[in-house]
């Protein structure tokens, strides 16, 4: 059994207080395309992490972004 990952974004990028330009990114774990059964179900094989994609940090929640973004100048 193979695994292909297909990343999903938002498409929108939000501004952190501690500099991280934050994006919610959502990786699907399947064999191909998922069915329309596997996507009803709302988690089954999904991950969603928030990244910077200036830095390329993730963290499970978008408070998780507590140190300043270590791309951002001083």
Do not use: Y
């Not at 996507?39 to 998780?64: A, H, I, K, M, Y």
Request: hydrophobic fraction near 20%; aromatic fraction near 6%; charged fraction near 30%.
């Amino acid at each position: 059994m193979t695994t292909n990952d297909t990343k999903h974004d938002s498409g929108i990028a939000e501004r952190t207080p501690t500099g991280h330009k934050i994006q919610v990114i959502t990786e699907w774990d399947d064999d191909g395309t998922p069915s329309l059964e596997t996507l009803t179900q709302f988690d089954q094989g999904r991950r969603r992490v928030w990244r910077c994609v200036q830095c390329g940090d993730e963290r499970n929640e978008p408070s998780g972004f507590e140190q300043g973004c270590p791309s951002q100048p001083v």
